[in-house]
């Protein structure tokens, strides 16, 4: 009986091939999530969603202060993600007060980018350094954190221009909110690092002029327009009377309503709106953004708000933000702006920080929002009635993420 050659196995084959570009296609995220912060986890959330996608064989690192919250919250957006937090270690050890003698105060930089690219400049971060250099793209997703509001976060440009060079990774940076903007030597090393990357995409004009001539400069909107949980369509609803509540009490120090600054300002401005549009406590819906910090205005407003609904954050995060219900919205947050303008609902933005807020709410205004943008001062805001985006606004706005996002991320990419 002659006996026949055995056929390969088709599954083993395939198992090796996948591994294979498995193991060469590796993509890094830089970002702030796990702090909690609705709208940076919203933003990574949507990359990891679409990389999930459009390209299911790549390992995914994302690189967080906080990697562990971050699994947490996001471990079921992309099941090839795994979450470190070795350029954050790097950052906040060159800008901290634990920095050793090797490192220049002044030019912390230079130690970053020798530890970037170099084993054993930062021991303890090596396996951390190994997989960053084994990086197809590295990748800066966006948000409002690269800017003079935390400076040593220049340095997070720095970390990723300096491996792109080394290894010759595809460096981008998208949706980015560079004001206030970086000065003096610092703002001379990002828009040299900058310089390096093959796309570094923000999200308003003044950012835009912020990036000046670097070559792979480009303005699409915030990153968030990429993730499935913006409506598609927004749609106007009647009125219910009822208004959402989102009042942060950081970042509060610089607001002013009749003479008075600071977050006890913001509390007054809050609680002599809601009278003025005769909005009884139990019409108020207190929504949580950021965990604890988003409550305060509320706790402190007591009785006034008594009967009031409260929306944690884990609560918002898990099944959404009431939005397209007619509610109004009082917010002092930008995603909520965004997510509930997206659906259509009117509401006022509370700029509680002018020379960081004001930059963004007015992004929105500039992309298509109807929304009412205060910045303090005297008057209470009329109670809106004039919706979000249009539907047009809107999909436009969707659709040029979507067309980056493709140009970032084709299918059919060569591996280096």
């Given at each position: 009986?002659?006996?026949?050659?055995?056929?390969?196995?088709?599954?083993?084959?395939?198992?090796?091939?996948?591994?294979?570009?498995?193991?060469?296609?590796?993509?890094?995220?830089?970002?702030?999530?796990?702090?909690?912060?609705?709208?940076?986890?919203?933003?990574?959330?949507?990359?990891?969603?679409?990389?999930?996608?459009?390209?299911?064989?790549?390992?995914?690192?994302?690189?967080?202060?906080?990697?562990?919250?971050?699994?947490?919250?996001l471990?079921?957006?992309?099941?090839?993600?795994?979450?470190?937090?070795?350029?954050?270690?790097?950052?906040?050890?060159?800008?901290?007060?634990?920095?050793?003698?090797?490192?220049?105060?002044?030019?912390?930089?230079?130690?970053?980018?020798?530890?970037?690219?170099?084993?054993?400049?930062?021991?303890?971060?090596?396996?951390?350094?190994?997989?960053?250099?084994?990086?197809?793209?590295?990748?800066?997703?966006?948000?409002?954190?690269?800017?003079?509001?935390?400076?040593?976060?220049?340095?997070?440009?720095?970390?990723?221009?300096?491996?792109?060079?080394?290894?010759?990774?595809?460096?981008?940076?998208?949706?980015?909110?560079?004001t206030?903007?970086?000065?003096?030597?610092?703002?001379?090393?990002?828009?040299?690092?900058?310089?390096?990357?093959?796309?570094?995409?923000?999200?308003?004009?003044?950012?835009?002029?912020?990036?000046?001539?670097?070559?792979?400069?480009s303005?699409?909107?915030?990153?968030?327009?990429?993730?499935?949980?913006?409506?598609?369509?927004?749609?106007a609803?009647?009125?219910?009377?009822?208004?959402?509540?989102?009042?942060?009490?950081?970042?509060?120090?610089?607001?002013?309503w009749?003479?008075?600054?600071?977050?006890?300002?913001?509390?007054?401005?809050?609680?002599?709106?809601?009278?003025?549009?005769?909005?009884?406590?139990?019409?108020?819906?207190?929504?949580?953004?950021i965990?604890?910090?988003?409550?305060?205005?509320?706790?402190?407003?007591?009785?006034?708000?008594?009967?009031?609904?409260?929306?944690?954050?884990?609560?918002?995060?898990?099944?959404?933000l009431?939005?397209?219900?007619?509610?109004?919205?009082?917010?002092?947050?930008?995603?909520?702006?965004?997510?509930?303008?997206?659906?259509?609902?009117?509401g006022?933005?509370?700029?509680?920080?002018?020379d960081?807020?004001?930059?963004?709410?007015?992004?929105?205004?500039?992309?298509g929002?109807?929304?009412?943008?205060?910045?303090?001062?005297?008057?209470?805001p009329?109670?809106?009635?004039?919706?979000?985006?249009?539907?047009?606004?809107?999909?436009?706005?969707?659709?040029?993420?979507?067309?980056?996002?493709?140009?970032l991320?084709?299918i059919g990419?060569?591996?280096?």
């Open positions: 009986m002659s006996v026949l050659p055995s056929r390969p196995d088709v599954f083993s084959l395939t198992q090796r091939a996948r591994r294979a570009v498995e193991s060469r296609d590796v993509v890094y995220l830089v970002t702030t999530a796990g702090f909690p912060n609705f709208g940076d986890e919203l933003i990574v959330e949507a990359w990891l969603r679409y990389l999930a996608v459009h390209r299911p064989l790549a390992r995914v690192v994302v690189d967080s202060q906080r990697p562990g919250q971050a699994a947490l919250l471990r079921q957006a992309n099941r090839r993600a795994v979450f470190v937090d070795t350029i954050w270690n790097l950052v906040q050890y060159a800008s901290g007060d634990a920095a050793g003698p090797e490192v220049d105060r002044d030019a912390p930089w230079e130690w970053i980018a020798r530890a970037t690219t170099r084993m054993g400049v930062a021991p303890r971060e090596g396996d951390g350094v190994e997989l960053l250099l084994r990086a197809n793209t590295i990748h800066i997703v966006g948000g409002g954190y690269l800017n003079n509001v935390w400076p040593h976060h220049a340095n997070l440009v720095t970390v990723v221009a300096e491996a792109a060079r080394v290894t010759g990774a595809k460096a981008i940076a998208t949706g980015a909110g560079l206030p903007g970086f000065t003096g030597a610092a703002l001379e090393r990002f828009r040299f690092d900058a310089s390096t990357f093959e796309v570094f995409d923000v999200r308003d004009q003044p950012s835009a002029d912020l990036l000046g001539s670097v070559p792979g400069a303005f699409t909107g915030d990153d968030a327009w990429l993730s499935p949980r913006v409506h598609r369509r927004p749609r609803v009647p009125a219910t009377g009822n208004v959402v509540l989102c009042a942060q009490s950081d970042l509060t120090d610089d607001f002013v009749r003479g008075r600054t600071g977050f006890e300002a913001l509390v007054e401005f809050i609680g002599v709106t809601l009278d003025e549009w005769e909005v009884a406590g139990s019409d108020v819906t207190v929504l949580e953004c965990p604890g910090l988003d409550v305060q205005v509320a706790e402190r407003l007591g009785d006034r708000l008594a009967g009031s609904q409260r929306i944690p954050f884990l609560q918002a995060w898990r099944s959404g009431p939005v397209s219900r007619g509610n109004t919205w009082l917010s002092t947050r930008f995603h909520p702006h965004l997510l509930a303008a997206a659906a259509g609902d009117s006022v933005a509370v700029v509680s920080k002018p960081y807020y004001a930059t963004k709410h007015r992004s929105l205004t500039e992309s929002s109807q929304w009412t943008v205060v910045s303090g001062g005297d008057e209470v009329a109670r809106p009635n004039a919706g979000g985006y249009s539907p047009a606004d809107s999909a436009r706005n969707r659709s040029t993420k979507r067309a980056l996002a493709a140009s991320y084709p990419v060569r591996l280096r």
